[in-house]
């Protein structure tokens, strides 16, 4: 008995654990590594995120054309100012000395004309002679010291300079055809000599009457350019007071011969020296400035424009007027409306992706507030602010949607699993529009079907369904 008994435990065990397996196996319900949601209608925009910063719609820098100091600022720093209105005044000794040495050197040349030869035949071909051998040394040097006032005159002067300066070395060469013509006329008629001398002169000193007149119009130019005006309508930001120094050299090449005054009178034209280091305190009246210096800048303001990075993997889908929401990180929880204004057409030099691609260039019109940031004020954006942008590129109204945890990469493009008759199917769909948490798909599903929204990396083709 004793020992049947002892047998018979491990039968009734066996029995107890199967039992128990096959309760366990009833209750485990469905695998919860997957699950399912409906195609259903519904609206669905997609976004792209954009990295950027505020900028003025235009800029102005007003630079010092020369070493110099403020004589005056009527504008305070951050004050509002019109197109056209004086913002600083400059003065510059350096300049009034070349507009006194330019002047001195136009008398000097237009007297060289004035004295006419009475002397014999002989005495006055000699003086004639030196008269052309100094104009043939010196013209060439002239001109082309002045042509190298060019890159330093301002763009718009820049083509009536050069064209001046072609008609001029155009006047010496005839000039010097008139004084040849003189010299053979002066040979053959010796009563006509004391004329033809006097022409030969005045046609040799007008050339460099011209010259000395267009030092002296550079140097005008110059004094022009010492009072500072606006461009642009807009807020003014004054310069700091630099260290960089201004004078010295750099000038003009020293030319042999010249009337008297007009060598000094080219050297320095093109200032000297680059612009000061923009550290320091604001300029104030009487703060000595170099040239090339800022001594301030013009923001027009009226607009602002966010200038964002867009990675090459997006940029295909943006486009100029869409619409965009835009967060300043200074006004925390505010939102602003944009608009893309602007889409470069090759990448940014300097700007890289997350993933190592390149970034191109997006700017958007920022425009009015949208929400209040959360301490309720009225946000005021300023230029050089971070700002994030999100571009609206797609949108779909009403359209088919799945969640975006349904799509799986597949080999010419996605595709979802539809459930049907308890198994799974591969469907390719085309995706009109991915938003944040349903993606909006063209053709492909029927509303009503239930489509495979997680684990779906896991199965295959044709199996079983294995979620509820």
């Known amino acids: 008995m004793l020992h049947r008994s002892r ?40 976004r792209i995120n954009a990295p950027g910063t505020l900028q003025a719609a235009a800029q102005a820098d007003l630079t010092a054309p020369a070493a110099g100091e403020v004589d005056r600022l009527p504008v305070a720093d951050g004050a509002r100012v019109r197109q056209g209105q004086v913002v600083a005044q400059l003065s510059s000794s350096q300049v009034a000395e070349q507009l006194r040495q330019a002047r001195s050197a136009l008398a000097a040349a237009s007297s060289l004309g004035s004295v006419v030869p009475t002397l014999p035949t002989g005495s006055a071909l000699s003086l004639l002679e030196d008269v052309q ?4 040394s010196t013209t060439d040097a002239v001109l082309t010291a002045l042509r190298g006032v060019v890159p330093t005159l301002p763009a718009p002067q820049r083509a009536r300079f050069v064209d001046q300066l072609d008609q001029a070395q155009e ?46 119009e ?11 005006r606006a461009p642009v309508a807009g807020m003014v930001q ?8 201004g004078g010295g050299g750099g000038g003009l090449a020293t030319l042999p011969s010249l009337p008297a005054g007009a060598e000094q009178a080219l050297q320095g034209l093109t ?14 009246t009487g703060s000595q400035v170099s040239a090339g210096q800022t001594v301030a800048t013009v923001y ?30 200074a006004f925390p929880g505010a939102r602003f409306a944009g608009r893309v204004r602007r889409v470069a057409v090759a990448p940014s030099s300097s700007g890289q992706s997350a993933s190592g691609g390149v970034t191109y260039e997006v700017d958007l019109a920022l425009g009015e507030v949208l929400q209040a940031g959360e301490d309720a004020a009225r946000p005021t954006p300023r230029v050089g602010m971070t700002a994030t942008a999100e571009i609206e590129v797609r949108q779909a109204r009403g359209a088919l949607a799945v969640p975006g945890s349904a799509l799986v990469g597949r080999a010419g493009g996605q595709a979802v699993y539809v459930i049907e008759g308890g198994k799974v199917h591969l469907r390719p769909v085309r995706v009109a529009a991915d938003g944040d948490d349903r993606v909006a798909v063209a053709g492909g599903l029927r509303d009503g079907e239930r489509v495979v929204s997680r684990g779906a990396e896991r199965l295959r083709d044709g199996q079983d369904w294995p979620g509820s």
């Open 238 to 245: 004054l310069g700091r007071s630099g260290t960089g120094g």
């Open 171 to 216: 006047r010496v060469a005839k000039a010097q055809q008139l004084a040849d013509q003189t010299v053979r006329q002066a040979v053959a008629t010796a009563d006509q000599q004391t004329e033809a001398v006097r022409r030969s002169v005045e046609a040799a000193t007008a050339a460099q009457r011209a010259q000395a007149a267009l030092a002296l």
């Open 300 to 329: 027009d303001v009226a607009s602002l424009t966010v200038a964002t990075s867009v990675d090459e993997t997006d940029v295909a889908l943006v486009k100029v007027g869409q619409p965009a929401r835009v967060e300043l990180d």
């Open 7 to 46: 047998g018979a435990l491990p039968a009734l065990g066996v029995v107890v654990l199967a039992a128990a397996l096959a309760l366990g196996a009833c209750s485990s319900g469905p695998d919860r590594r997957f699950a399912a949601d409906t195609v259903r209608k519904a609206d669905v925009v997609e």
């Open 271 to 284: 200032g000297s020296g680059s612009s000061g280091g923009q550290t320091g305190p604001v300029l104030r």
């Open 218 to 228: 550079v140097a005008q130019s110059q004094q022009q350019r010492l009072t500072l």
């Open 133 to 136: 051998s100094q104009v043939a």
